[in-house]
């Protein structure tokens, strides 16, 4: 039979979807696959589930309606986890009403979004959906009607307006304008290359000299501890941690961005990604922060992944430092640190068994050439 063929390349999707969507395909094979009872995986049904809500016959289309509506929230929330969930599906999620939280922000930040999704959402969604979407930078710049849209939709809140007023000013300076001469190039800006770890652990020209035996690096001790909480017990004591407690995710994002160091230190463990990775573009950190922050074993990778691939905050020998003893830091990432690391250092990432068994091992290899003495290259003449 059809369905059982081969077909002459690797489908991005099951064969039989192609039978039910194409032209003149029997009414009863399209009620089955709305109605789901034919043997298609979850992340082809769905969106054609969704396509089939267009369907010229009506009890087809409420069908697939009825099986849309009875799918648990979750098995929208699993798909939309894949970059590569089919666009139809991800507008339908965004615009059904029954997503919120990080479910929501899941949705709206996705890829595969189309810009006519989120000019719906922009003109007719929730206030928290609102707020999702102007804190969805790239979009916005990328598809301007969508301020406008936004500044007319009443249920626009005045802190939101004021963002959005923000972003857009923010547009305006980021356009080119005539200046005396060339500008300088900042640190955080060079090539993407710089993220790759290196080939070998001998350092990477213009990178910061690794300190002499003779002169340790510092250690981290003029990190202001004071400052931050890291226990995650004592931050739930405090009246920021209290306040967030009662914020929705657009909120929470909105605060990472323009909350204080408290704020801050308390966003940065976020379950929502993108709240924890809108505090790292929060304009008022510091390099204090950065060092807390790559020391924490209670962020998620992405965190750590970010900061290890900024050449600006990697250029301090304390944030590479934290970086490598962090057993949460991705190996190869630590690995990279490690030429740039003193020698008592690398002695005690080479025997703190919580970094991964690569980095040590790195380290020792890094700390025996460096302290062992040299080999005589000949013998004295007799």
Wanted: hydrophobic share 40%; aromatic share 2%; charged share 25%.
């Amino acid at each position: 039979m059809g369905a059982a063929e081969p077909l002459p390349s690797q489908a991005a999707r099951h064969p039989l979807v192609d039978r039910v969507l194409q032209p003149g395909a029997p009414e009863a094979l399209r009620l089955g696959a709305a109605k789901g009872a034919l043997p298609i995986p979850a992340h082809d049904l769905l969106p054609l589930q969704v396509r089939l809500l267009a369907d010229p016959v009506p009890a087809v289309a409420a069908a697939a309606r009825a099986s849309l509506d009875a799918q648990p929230v979750e098995s929208f929330v699993s798909l939309l986890a894949d970059p590569a969930c089919d666009a139809v599906l991800v507008d339908h999620a965004a615009r059904s009403g029954r997503l919120e939280g990080e479910a929501l922000a899941q949705a709206i930040t996705h890829p595969a979004i189309t810009d006519r999704a989120l000019e719906a959402i922009a003109s007719e969604g929730t206030s928290e959906a609102l707020g999702l979407l102007v804190t969805n930078e790239v979009r916005l710049i990328r598809h301007p009607p969508l301020l406008g849209m936004l500044r007319a939709n009443p249920k626009l809140s005045g802190e939101l307006r004021r963002r959005l007023a923000e972003l857009e000013r923010e547009v305006i300076r980021r356009e080119p304008r005539p200046g005396p001469g060339p500008q300088p190039v900042p640190a955080s800006a060079a090539a993407p290359e710089i993220a790759e770890a290196p080939e070998s652990l001998e350092g990477t020209p213009g990178a910061e000299p690794s300190p002499a035996e003779g002169a340790l690096p510092p250690e981290g001790d003029e990190v202001a501890p004071q400052e931050y909480y890291e226990d995650d017990e004592a931050l739930q004591r405090t009246d920021a941690f209290q306040k967030i407690q009662h914020l929705n995710v657009a909120e929470r994002n909105i605060l990472a961005m323009k909350g204080n160091s408290e704020e801050r230190a308390i966003l940065i463990r976020d379950t929502a990604r993108i709240v924890s990775q809108a505090v790292l573009k929060n304009p008022r950190l510091s390099e204090t922060e950065i060092v807390r922050f790559a020391g924490l074993r209670s962020v998620h990778e992405d965190i750590l992944r970010t900061i290890a691939s900024n050449r600006e905050w990697t250029k301090g020998y304390s944030v590479a430092l934290a970086l490598v003893r962090n057993p949460k830091t991705p190996a190869g990432l630590s690995v990279q640190f490690l030429a740039r690391l003193g020698t008592r250092d690398l002695k005690i990432c080479a025997g703190d068994k919580n970094v991964p068994e690569m980095v040590r091992r790195q380290a020792r290899n890094l700390y025996l050439v460096r302290t062992q003495p040299p080999k005589k290259a000949f013998k004295k003449a007799h």
